[in-house]
């Protein structure tokens, strides 16, 4: 069974830093694309960074809103993502989930439980 | 590629035949998914590429369309279909639809 387990939220001040991991079993971790999707308090769904396997260099892409500041990064070896957030904003204050892309059809079917992020002074 | 969903909030009695809507801003050439999201826990995926069933999920849900406009059906509610329904575009990045919230009367 696919399973993710999310782990480093947190409170942080604004403009402070947080990083989140996402521990992967139960499939070929190093075959999937894996992402970051997070859902502020009552809101819907937005996709935050993902990046892309080894025979794609590692690519990654990220939502406008947390270029520069966010960074995604997998270690294959450990079956982990990271999310490391910088100089963060209220606006970043939301459930952050894990999310396995399969390398099929290129849609997340295996997400974490979430990951719990307030920005706040 | 936005994804407007509608209505936003849909109330239904259980047994009823159920239609949420999902349209592209341009066209998402079957690229669709929906996705299940009870309250507390994370989205479930129900259906891939349009109109495909994921493993383990109930018959009563379907899904149609082509170009810019899809259709998640179900074809008789149940009241564990309690549920806010997000569809989800992979043909030109990945954007989520903004949900519909479903109630049982």
């Not at chain 1, 480093?8 to 830093?17: E, K, T």
Request: hydrophobic content about 30%; aromatic content about 12%; some cysteine.
């Amino acid at each position: 069974e696919m399973q993710l387990v999310e782990s480093g939220g947190g409170l942080v001040q604004p403009n402070g830093s947080l990083k989140l991991s996402c521990a992967a079993s139960g499939f070929t971790f190093n075959t999937y694309d894996m992402s970051w999707v997070r859902q502020s308090p009552g809101k819907g769904l937005g996709l935050v960074a993902g990046i892309s396997i080894k025979s794609y260099n590692y690519a990654t892409f990220y939502a406008d809103s947390v270029k520069g500041r966010f960074t995604i990064s997998r270690d294959d070896s450990q079956s982990m993502v990271y999310l490391q957030m910088n100089n963060m904003k209220t606006e970043d204050t939301a459930l952050y989930y894990c999310t396995a892309i399969n390398p099929g059809y290129y849609v997340m079917d295996a997400w974490g439980q979430g990951a719990s992020v307030t920005v706040s002074s | 590629i936005q994804l407007t969903q509608s209505p936003s909030l849909l109330s239904a009695s259980v047994g009823d035949r159920v239609t949420l809507s999902c349209k592209g801003s341009q066209n998402i050439n079957n690229y669709l998914a929906w996705y299940q999201q009870k309250l507390g826990e994370a989205p479930k995926l129900l259906i891939y590429k349009t109109n495909s069933l994921q493993t383990g999920i109930p018959s009563r849900f379907s899904g149609s369309g082509s170009g810019t406009d899809y259709t998640l059906t179900i074809s008789s509610l149940h009241s564990e279909d309690l549920a806010t329904y997000y569809c989800y575009q992979y043909n030109n990045g990945l954007t989520f639809g903004s949900g519909t919230k479903l109630e049982i009367k």
